[in-house]
């Protein structure tokens, strides 16, 4: 197997956390490749998180963990689905360490233009945010 070659995408967080395990591999020895694939005002929004509310997990598989699929979901992830912005590199699902979902989506509620966030998913346990186009003078919320 393949020496893993982290790719930094900004001062806390790594292409591993929002790119599925084999996804990475095939791609890792082209980091551009990889990088295109996210959204720049994901990365940037759940970096302005992770600097206001401290330790984040989007995917850990890299440290052994078993979350791949809560950045970019292809056909492989049983979480898949064409609709959902997860396919097209514009959301994320994060667990913090030091808050809750709920003190997290209620941040974003207040601040999410600052952010650039444009919708969150409520009623969950983890924070799914994303970047997708939204013509709304408002955040977004979607139920699962």
């Given at each position: 197997?393949?020496?893993?070659?982290?790719?930094?995408?900004?001062?806390?967080l790594y292409?591993?956390?929002?790119?599925?395990?084999?996804?990475?591999?095939?791609?890792?020895?082209?980091?551009?490749?990889?990088?295109?694939?996210?959204?720049?005002?994901l990365i940037m929004?759940?970096?302005?998180?992770?600097?206001?509310?401290?330790?984040?997990?989007?995917?850990?598989?890299?440290?052994?963990?078993?979350?791949?699929?809560?950045?970019?979901?292809?056909?492989?992830?049983?979480?898949?689905?064409?609709?959902?912005?997860?396919?097209?590199?514009?959301?994320?699902?994060?667990?913090?360490?030091?808050?809750?979902?709920?003190?997290?989506?209620?941040?974003?509620?207040?601040?999410?233009?600052?952010?650039?966030?444009?919708?969150?998913?409520?009623?969950?346990?983890?924070?799914?945010?994303?970047?997708?186009?939204?013509?709304?003078?408002?955040?977004?919320?979607?139920?699962?």
């Amino acid at each position: 197997m393949d020496k893993i070659k982290r790719i930094k995408l900004t001062a806390n967080l790594y292409a591993d956390e929002y790119i599925p395990r084999e996804l990475y591999f095939k791609y890792q020895h082209k980091p551009h490749l990889l990088i295109g694939m996210l959204d720049r005002r994901l990365i940037m929004a759940d970096q302005l998180l992770r600097d206001k509310f401290g330790p984040v997990t989007i995917n850990n598989w890299i440290a052994g963990g078993d979350r791949q699929w809560s950045g970019i979901r292809t056909p492989d992830s049983s979480y898949y689905s064409f609709l959902s912005q997860h396919p097209w590199g514009r959301a994320s699902d994060k667990i913090f360490r030091d808050a809750t979902a709920d003190e997290v989506r209620d941040y974003i509620a207040k601040n999410w233009q600052t952010l650039g966030i444009t919708c969150i998913e409520a009623n969950v346990d983890w924070v799914h945010s994303d970047t997708r186009w939204w013509t709304g003078n408002e955040l977004l919320i979607v139920y699962p």
